[in-house]
């Protein structure tokens, strides 16, 4: 089955670390994002990639990194500059890279800081 | 740049019965597209409907219809003969070029 996997499901970390989300699909789409998103609020892009081996900043991109070596692949890591990691993350892809951006979600990271 | 804007944070409906949730948003583009995102319980994002700008006709899928007002910038949702199922956080979304901007939600509670 076609579809988009994130890894762990549930993330503790200590404050000072970095940790890194994983995200994989296996649909062979071009464009790649990821989002946070705290409680009340609605998703914030963090960062997206339309390409291999290339990527831009979203909305709220301080204190995170993000790589896409690879089509199927783009981990994000919460660095210990970002001062509230304490959320839920979600990754999604898209195969249009234009105005007709449906995007399919993968079941999330939920990072807890200690 | 692009605003999407949910005025409700929580609607209740009874099973069976119509809801009608709304979004406005702010754009200076002609062709864009909007979508209409469903978040149970297990934080899974659904997408529920799509709406193409450039179509007059509202969109539909089975229960779920929309109201597509492009003059106004509205796009509402709505859920007809709700099921328990249905309860979940909902989130309207606008398609801008190269990624989505996102509504803050409305969580739909559903009774019995």
């Known amino acids: 089955d076609g579809g988009i996997t994130q890894s762990p499901k549930y993330l503790f970390r200590k404050e000072g670390q970095n940790v890194t989300l994983s995200c994989e699909q296996n649909l062979n789409h071009d464009a790649m994002y990821w989002y946070r998103q705290d409680p009340g609020q609605g998703l914030r892009l963090i960062y997206y990639s339309q390409i291999v081996n290339d990527f831009q900043k979203g909305d709220i991109a301080e204190g995170y990194s993000v790589s896409r070596e690879k089509k199927e692949s783009f981990p994000l890591t919460v660095t210990s500059a970002q001062k509230n990691p304490t959320a839920f993350y979600l990754c999604?892809?898209?195969?249009?890279?234009?105005?007709?951006?449906?995007?399919?979600f993968g079941p999330g990271t939920r990072l807890t800081v200690l | 740049a692009q605003t999407v804007t949910q005025s409700q944070p929580e609607m209740s409906v009874q099973e069976a019965e119509t809801v009608t949730l709304s979004c406005t948003y702010d754009?200076?583009?002609?062709?864009?597209?909007l979508f209409w995102y469903k978040q149970p319980p297990s934080r899974q994002m659904i997408l529920v409907i799509r709406?193409?700008?450039?179509?007059?006709q509202n969109a539909t899928e089975n229960r779920f219809s929309v109201n597509f007002q492009k003059a106004a910038k509205s796009f509402s949702l709505k859920i007809s003969d709700s099921q328990l199922g249905d309860a979940a956080m909902y989130f309207c979304a606008y398609s801008g070029f190269q990624k989505l901007v996102f509504g803050t939600g409305t969580r739909l509670l559903v009774s019995p």
């Open positions: 709406q193409e700008a450039y179509k007059q």
């Open positions: 999604a892809s898209s195969s249009d890279r234009g105005s007709y951006n449906e995007q399919f």
């Open positions: 754009t200076s583009e002609s062709d864009y597209y």
